[in-house]
């Protein structure tokens, strides 16, 4: 396979790591120059919950039966019993079990 | 960065509600709360490794990586990317869509930092990844000021995510199809346990609906990883338009 010369990767490489950790920061940046009224808190607060929401839906819609019964298995345990592992590992054993 | 803030915290308790400080023991409780998400960290760094090795990138490569980066979507994604001719254009773009939701995520964390100093403000979100913001910010909620729980669940899965990464370039020959075992499902199932494991509050409910509407709508029709950010800004702008009675102000 090629692969890209070490100058090329390490450039690459340098690149990702600047637009992660730039993107970190740009939001605080963002933020100190707005006033920290209710309205703010209200919106920061909805936003940060519905940012969880926007990753999984598309995850759930478009997956797999595999991804939509781990999903599943993984809401009922976390409402029920609140225990992460339990939660996290019977979805991981219900989404492996389903592609079996 | 270091430790020591702990008698500041104590001098301004009368504003309880805006001080944050930083100490060893915070950190280390952190690092323990993540414990568990961390063991599923490896798992899924170890599938970053094996990948990787697939994709013909270097053992050295794919941990510089994992170090620098530390964040699963972007580097899967630059594995496509990964051969002689790698367009840095295109690469830059689609990490740059991939990371506005980190902007939204920090930004949440503001009300938590702002009577740091910048630098230490900056120093906190070194190691903000998804689990551990997602996790923090609900300690913030329940009333946690101590950044040791943001910066030690950092820590956490930074180790485990390098570690992960490790294994998987070391033995990656054995495993041809991470899915088979359910590992791409375990950041699914860490995001449902963050929004349904706490107290799920019936205020959020239009707001997720219209993140939801959004995010799909988003995925559908606008460019790959937007969806993200259009789903949470959404949900932000209605919690803001919904009407003051409802919006439920003695938040947690």
């Known amino acids: ?100 | 960065m270091t430790r020591g803030r702990h008698a500041r915290g104590m001098m301004m308790k009368r504003q309880a509600n805006s001080e944050a400080w930083l100490d060893a023991p915070g950190i280390w409780r952190g690092l323990l709360m993540m414990m568990p998400v961390a063991a599923f960290t490896v798992a899924f760094g170890l599938a970053f490794g094996v990948a990787a090795v697939h994709h013909g990138l270097a053992d050295w490569e794919a941990m510089l990586l994992s170090t620098l980066v530390f964040s699963a979507p972007s580097q899967f994604a630059a594995l496509d990317m990964w051969h002689s001719s790698m367009p840095l254009l295109a690469l830059a773009t689609v990490t740059v869509a991939i990371h506005t939701r980190h902007m939204l995520m920090s930004a949440a964390l503001y009300p938590w930092l702002h009577t740091l100093g910048r630098g230490r403000q900056f120093a906190m979100v070194l190691l903000m990844s998804d689990s551990n913001w997602a996790m923090a910010l609900g300690q913030y909620h329940r009333g946690e000021r101590n950044l040791g729980i943001l910066l030690g669940s950092g820590i956490a899965l930074w180790g485990a995510w390098i570690l992960g990464t490790l294994v998987g370039v070391t033995f990656g020959g054995g495993i041809s199809q991470p899915e088979r075992y359910g590992l791409d499902v375990i950041m699914l199932c860490f995001f449902l346990m963050m929004l349904f494991g706490g107290r799920p509050r019936l205020v959020m409910a239009m707001p997720w609906l219209a993140a939801t509407l959004a995010a799909l709508a988003a995925y559908h029709w606008l460019p790959p990883y937007l969806h993200i950010m259009m789903g949470g800004l959404a949900g932000g702008l209605v919690a803001v338009v919904m009407p003051r009675n409802r919006a439920g102000e003695s938040a947690s």
């Open chain 1, 1 to 100: 396979m090629n692969s890209p010369s070490l100058w090329h990767a390490l450039l690459a490489i340098g690149l990702l790591a600047a637009i992660a950790y730039g993107s970190r920061v740009l939001g605080l940046l963002v933020m100190s120059r707005v006033p920290l009224g209710p309205k703010v808190q209200r919106f920061v607060d909805a936003m940060s919950t519905s940012v969880l929401i926007a990753i999984v839906a598309p995850l759930i819609v478009y997956g797999d039966g595999g991804a939509r019964l781990a999903a599943l298995a993984t809401t009922l345990v976390a409402i029920l019993w609140r225990s992460p592992l339990l939660a996290i590992g019977l979805g991981m054993v219900a989404a492996a079990a389903w592609r079996w």
